[in-house]
């Protein structure tokens, strides 16, 4: 059963970033205090909220230590990450150096600050490998096939130590292809958020492969939602956050080729190394543990996400 009380003090890690701004807008919405720490390295085209706080730091660090005790949040919100599959496959040490690192600090500050209930971002894309079937199970081993998705698992084993070593109670939400309003378009990550930048560019759309490659879409409202849930909750462990379909990235492609009225066709590149084949995610236990899961359609999610694009300013190109 899905315990419904949700924390009054949340620091949020990465707050200012994509996943982060649509968090923290639905805990401010529920009348909560919010600490944002964001070293603004990646952050949205986006404001916080007035009576939200905000520490421009690395979240392991020194200062991100004293806001934390300065603040007392009853639970924290890790969602600050540097980059994906790509970016830590090119420098796996440095990858472990800015981002494991950085999150160990973290864990350790937020149970020094007394928080009592820490729930960090993983990747349900990049935790499974290659699962043996789908949907993916949160029973399955994880078997990465990336730095970055060994960063996350690492990340998970850390925070269940944690959990164990302080008694503090923890969560891992393995995330799928999280899409939607404020991504990144500019980046190397996010085929939805690059595919919309091109399409209002008026330029065709790239798709890495043969494009069968498949991914679990949901749409980032949902992924917000998922977070206030699991805050809220007292079950530890790892919990899937998809949709339990899996899509293409041909058809997510044409679909917004479609919906754009794009008179093209996709142009095709290299796979990328590092990339699963096929992905989905069970989400039973998210429904059982959170009382969670997705509202939005694809079709719907996409179509949001596209006039989002197509009404914002172009953007410059972010780190
Ligand atoms: N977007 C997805 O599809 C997806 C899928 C699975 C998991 N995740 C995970 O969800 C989390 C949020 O992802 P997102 O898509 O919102 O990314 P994002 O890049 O939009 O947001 C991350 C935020 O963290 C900040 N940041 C980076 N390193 C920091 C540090 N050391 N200290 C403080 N702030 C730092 C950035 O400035 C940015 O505002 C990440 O952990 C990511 O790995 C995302």
């Known amino acids: 059963m899905a315990e419904v009380t949700l924390p009054e003090r949340v620091a949020v890690t990465g707050g200012a970033g994509f996943i982060g701004s649509h968090t ?13 720490i964001d070293d603004l390295s990646h952050a949205c085209p986006w404001q916080p909220p007035a009576d939200v706080e905000l520490l421009v730091a690395d979240c392991g660090s020194d200062e991100a230590a004293r806001a934390l005790t300065d603040f007392r949040p009853d639970a924290v919100l890790h969602l600050a990450a540097r980059g994906g599959v790509q970016r830590a496959r090119r420098d796996p040490a440095a990858h472990v150096r800015a981002a494991v690192a950085s999150t160990v600090g973290l ?32 029973r399955m081993r994880p078997a990465p096939l990336s730095a ?3 960063s996350k698992v690492a990340e998970e084993v850390y925070l269940a130590c944690t959990g164990r070593e302080h008694g503090v109670s923890t969560m891992a939400l393995r995330y799928g292809n999280v899409y939607g309003e404020r991504q990144d378009g500019t980046g190397e990550a996010g085929v939805v958020a690059i595919t919309c930048n091109r399409l209002v560019a008026g ?3 790239v798709i890495n492969g043969d494009g069968r490659q498949t991914r679990d879409f949901i749409h980032v409202s949902d992924v917000a939602a998922a977070n206030l ?28 080729i479609h919906l754009a009225g794009f008179p093209g066709e996709p142009d095709h590149a290299p796979a990328l190394p590092g990339e699963v084949r096929r992905v989905c995610l069970d989400t039973a236990r998210a429904r059982r543990w959170l009382g969670w899961s997705a509202r939005t359609s694809l079709d ?3 179509r949001c996400t596209l006039a ?12």
Do not use: C, K, M, W
């Open 308 to 319: 989002y694009f197509q009404a914002a300013p172009r953007p410059a190109a972010r780190d």
């Open 107 to 138: 864990f350790r500050s937020a149970v020094a600050a007394g928080a009592r209930r820490i729930v960090t971002a993983s990747s349900g894309g990049a935790a499974y490998g290659r699962p043996p079937r789908l949907p993916a199970s949160e």
């Open 229 to 256: 849930a699991a805050l809220a909750s007292r079950r530890e462990g790892a919990v899937n956050i998809g949709t339990g379909r899996e899509t293409s990235v041909h058809q997510v492609v044409t679909t917004l």
């Open 148 to 150: 970055y998705g060994a």
């Open 24 to 36: 923290v807008e639905l805990l401010v919405g529920r009348g909560r205090r919010v600490l944002i």
């Open 300 to 302: 719907r999610g996409l």
């Open 203 to 205: 330029t065709a759309p």
